[in-house]
């Protein structure tokens, strides 16, 4: 398993311990420079937005990964986690659906864990 994928697996798995909402990890690395994997969650409530966000944050620091960059207050509607070759967006329900993430990069492959 290649690193961007391992560390794929790490988010999802902390999106998913924290009960993340219809969490998706989609492969961009053939259409796009800026990653290899978008994953994408939501929660269903601005401490389960911090919550989702602090997880994920801390199983990847314990792996040895350090985000490049960190987007969005920990309570806001839209937090985004720049790994370099992963980017982990954890919205609220309503911007979730407002950015429709999963239709702008619908070219590339979803993963499945």
Do not use: C
Request: glycine letters at 6%; hydrophobic letters at 40%; proline letters at 1%.
């Amino acid at each position: 398993m290649d690193q961007a994928l391992s560390m794929a697996k790490i988010a999802y798995n902390a999106l998913d311990e924290k009960k993340g909402e219809a969490i998706k990890v989609i492969n961009i690395s053939q259409i796009s420079v800026v990653a290899d994997y978008f994953i994408i969650a939501n929660g269903t409530s601005d401490s389960q937005v911090k919550a989702l966000v602090e997880n994920v944050e801390e199983k990847l620091t314990k792996a040895g990964h350090h985000p490049k960059q960190t987007e969005g207050s920990r309570n806001a509607a839209w937090v985004l986690l720049d790994y370099g070759d992963i980017i982990v967006h954890v919205f609220d329900k309503e911007n979730r659906s407002f950015y429709n993430l999963e239709r702008i990069w619908s070219d590339g492959t979803e993963v499945e864990f």
